[in-house]
């Protein structure tokens, strides 16, 4: 029997485009792929009708199999001798568990190759025209899951925080980044199902984001984006008013954003 091997690709933040070459290749050269329910799932209709297809997704409240089934799943099948892909939504090793599945295949003896993808911490709110870095404004930037104690984490001026698949949470993130002292006037967006056709940004201040988002009814997959870099989006003169004018900004004053 041939020896089996995993591949593990970042699929991106879901438009099939934005899957690498490589993670494009692997992924057609699978007999079995373990897919999740954000990465880019259309491509699976390319695959031929004898690959195994098995849907290892996780979306709020309902997780159709647990982060030990689907370990166990890539080194059953990769035993037996086949080409297992495991399809993720943005990059495997940024918040996505990729760590965890190279590890475990590892104590097995499985040979494992991994394809990063373009992480959705960065990229979504790229969609929206929100830059995790800027000169002048964000030096630096933080990505933390959105179940994270965010009581520790390291919190700049000058540096942007990510906060992925936190829209449950957005409560208890905001109360948490107050009380560490970030201004109430802080801009906050909320990018919604990035590069899909029904992507959505709601943008505000960490003092009225909560009722604005509730009011939206925003909902997960999204990416939250905390810092003055949320003034550069195209839509939030759209949405906020007394807008500071980018061309006369200065980057080391606080937004004057009014809810």
């Given at each position: ?150 009581a520790d984490v390291p919190i700049r001026s ?55 988002a509730r009011k939206a009814a925003v909902a ?7 810092g003055d870099v949320v003034r550069l989006a ?26």
């Open positions: 029997m041939a020896k089996g091997h995993i591949t593990l690709i970042g699929g991106g933040p879901g438009d099939p485009e934005l899957i690498t070459i490589a993670g494009y290749k692997a992924l057609l050269a699978a007999e079995v792929v373990l897919a999740d329910k954000l990465g880019p799932t259309a491509l699976l209709a390319e695959l031929s009708d004898d690959v195994v297809v098995i849907d290892v997704g996780k979306s709020p409240g309902c997780h159709v199999k647990t982060q030990d089934e689907t370990n166990e799943l890539l080194v059953k099948y990769a035993s037996e001798g086949k080409r297992v892909v495991r399809l993720k939504g943005g990059d495997p090793f940024v918040l996505g568990r990729g760590g965890e599945e190279l590890l475990h295949a590892a104590k097995y003896g499985i040979p494992t190759r991994v394809i990063p993808g373009i992480t959705s911490a960065v990229s979504v709110p790229m969609a929206a025209g929100i830059p995790v870095t800027h000169r002048g404004i964000a030096a630096g930037f933080t990505v933390v899951s959105g179940h994270s104690e965010l000058d540096h942007t925080l990510a906060v992925l698949m936190g829209v449950s949470n957005l409560p208890q993130i905001v109360e948490t980044l107050l009380t560490r002292g970030l201004p109430s006037s802080t801009p906050i967006a909320i990018v919604e199902r990035g590069y899909s056709q029904t992507q959505r940004t709601t943008i505000g201040t960490l003092e009225g984001i909560v009722k604005r997960n997959p999204a990416v939250i984006v905390i195209p839509e939030a003169s759209d949405q906020l008013v007394d807008l500071l004018p980018l061309e006369n900004a200065d980057a080391t004053a606080p937004a004057s954003f009014v809810d």
